[in-house]
């Protein structure tokens, strides 16, 4: 009689395991690659498309967390200086940490949301880039919803699932769909990977330049 033995769960590990490294290392790369947008100005924006920015509500947040960790380098150097094994480590960190925070304010102004001829993008932050076209777009409407703190992203409506992209729990924008759209997040179920919506909700800066461009096309 034999014995067989499951190894599934260890597969599944070692697959969740390459997927996170494979995720941090696009964060990674796209940390320097958007910090090079920055420097040279050049948003993420196609040809004859409007971008509308989303970062207003986070900008302060974010900018007081980099001079903070920039202004935190010099004082733990200082701490540290008498051992140098110690210090280097520090500084490396500190260093990274700094470049992250940047990479990431950077990533918020240089991907904006944007509304052209081809239809919608969706974006926030480093990971989020959502194309919707226009044909698969049934009406974009102005409208301000407020969540509870620490809201799911999918929230189940009436009409179905709304993905959600919230700016300190609010959203301005609602994005509805022809029919139910499958999309792909960042990360795994439940918060990410394949999921089927029927509506997206975001924040943009100025709701109504952003609805006055969709005027032009839909």
Known sequence: MSVSIERRPAASVWRRTGSFLQRALRVELGIYANIGRFIARRPAIPRGAAGFGYHRPVLTVLVIFIVLSAVEIPIVDLIVHRWPAVRIGFLVLGIWGVTWMFGLLSAYLMRPHTVGPDGIRVRQGLEVDLPLAWDDIAS??????VDEPKSLRIVETEAGRALTFRMQDETVI????????IVRLPGHPPKGGAQQITAVRIWADDPKAFMDEVRKHL
Do not use: Y
């Open 174 to 181: 609602e994005i509805e769909l022809e029919r139910p759209t």
């Open 140 to 145: 974009v409407a102005r409208v301000k919803r």
